[in-house]
């Protein structure tokens, strides 16, 4: 091994070092009722006996109307923090980590987020662009390379804009193509596409009438949007506290998880005259919400996305 792979195994295994593994997931979501003072129905989630997560109501934010205007066909929002793109409906790889040095086996498009919830594996990738044979189209969401166009061989091209305060950085040979993402962000100053809100917006009161028609999912780290996504009717009508069985799992948290939890999903179920909002505390160390959540835009970053380059690379920060 040269000193360039070497330099870039040395930098990957850290990534790879603590990443979850599919052993460590839990496939079930144990919601149950209870009544409170008011006597309104409130769900009560438990996750692999992290912290209990209170379900609440709350109305549905709209998002805002020129986002719903500029909504095409065959595109699909992504969002982060503070900002929101538009991206061919097809790519629907997701990996978690720095660019490039984390993607797909199969070279398909990607889409990367250098999430905050790494912590210690959030470290930058220490090539500036894979080789040609390893190369793949993406779209990062706030990873370390400037704004500006960067060329490289082989008619490749990366730009990077800062939008609503965060980098999104677009690598393709379709300079087409990557205008056309790039012009579709936008700043979040209400809510995305999806109703999330760019923070965490805590607990609201509201009711739930009505069967479930639609449901929409919300990923927050430490009170900031990581993602937002729909929920499918079949998944969303699991989460309705209506026909949930009590739970089993006891209301405390787990040992070594943070009360409360940095990392929070909030579910919104709608119906035709009302929404509902389900919080959920997620606890790294002790599980997941399993296949329900843990999906599209909120996959946990896996060892099989860091993708170590062959001798020929050459370092080169980013």
Sequence with gaps: MDRSEQLIADS????AADAPSDDRLLDGIHARLRRRRSGRAVGVVVL??????TAITASHNL???QIAQDQTQGWRWESHKTVQVQVPAEWNQYVSGAAPCTGSADRTPVIGRFNDWLGGRRLPCVVAVMPLDQRQEYLWFNDVQAPGITKYDGGWTEETRLVGGVKISVLTRDDALRERILDSARAITTTDDYGCTPRDPGDQPGALSGPVTSGDVCEYYDGSLVAGSSLPVAQAVGFDPRGANPSTQPETPATRCHVPAPRIFVVTLHTATSSWRLR??????????GSLLLQGPHRQSQPGDIILAPAGATPSPR
Excluded: Q
């Excluded at 959920?280 to 919400?289: E, N, P, Q, T």
């Design 48 to 53: 692999a006996a992290a912290a209990v997560a």
């Design 280 to 289: 959920i505390s997620y606890c790294g160390d002790h599980g997941s919400l």
């Design 12 to 15: 990957l295994s850290k990534h």
């Design 63 to 65: 998002a805002d109307p």
